[in-house]
């Protein structure tokens, strides 16, 4: 079945430092992959996604590209800020065979602390 | 554009009692879906909803059902809640969630507390 692996957190960074969260996935067919982002007591918040291998998604100065010959996904940000903390979520999405609607499988999540 | 609303933001229930909670999609979004967030079991699909009628349902037993309304709007009810079902019940909406390509936008959820 599909399925996301991301890092255990926590992860625990000084501000200005370099970020990188690994994901890789296991999918059949052509799935998509998305980062949210999930700040204390809120939902979740789309942070940037990838439709198709070779794809870069970036936003807030997060990146990540879709790697399909490593099955991977992995998160970049070159200079966390304090207000980064939050956790993160890999997911894929893919379109179901019952109703052909899609629906996301979710990593476990990767708590970010940022210290000043 | 309003986004995606969940009320209420907070419920406390005791076992065996019924909750219903509500999800306001996006508007022009006719594509509902409902997930359970646990630190146990992280985030899992719940089921989805499209033109009123349930598309795809994840692995929960049948104590958790939902309904669309014409105009998108959905909920979920739980019955005979067990101490279990405390969790972040998040609704998610997208135009038409067709397409693996497709955005789901979450709503800030509701905290749901069985004692």
């Known amino acids: 079945g599909n399925s996301v692996t991301q890092m255990e957190g926590p992860v625990t960074l000084s501000e200005e430092a370099f970020l990188t969260i690994n994901c890789t996935y296991t999918a059949t067919g052509y799935p998509s992959l998305f980062w949210y982002v999930q700040y204390p007591g809120e939902g979740l918040q789309l942070l940037l996604k990838?439709?198709?291998?070779?794809d870069k998604g970036s936003n807030k100065g997060f990146e990540a590209t879709y790697r399909k010959e490593t099955t991977s996904f992995h998160l970049e940000k070159g200079s966390v800020q304090v207000s980064d903390s939050a956790v993160y979520f890999c997911a894929l999405s893919t379109l179901s065979t019952q109703g052909g609607s899609e629906k996301l499988v979710f990593g476990k999540g990767t708590k970010l602390t940022v210290n000043p | 554009k309003a986004g995606v609303t969940q009320t209420p933001r907070y419920l406390i229930k005791t076992r065996g009692q019924q909750v219903t909670l509500s999800c306001s999609p996006i508007s022009g979004h006719r594509s509902v879906s409902w997930y359970q967030q646990t630190p146990g079991q992280g985030l899992q699909f719940l089921f989805e909803?499209?033109?009123?009628?349930?598309?795809n349902k994840g692995n929960f037993p049948g104590r958790f059902s939902g309904r669309q309304f014409s105009n998108s709007r959905s909920e979920m009810n739980v019955s005979t809640l067990e101490l279990g079902d405390s969790a972040l019940y998040l609704c998610a909406s997208t135009r038409w969630g067709a397409s693996s390509t497709d955005t789901q936008y979450f709503g800030p959820g509701t905290r749901l507390t069985v004692l």
């Open positions: 990838a439709t198709k291998a070779d």
């Open positions: 909803y499209f033109s009123e009628t349930q598309r």
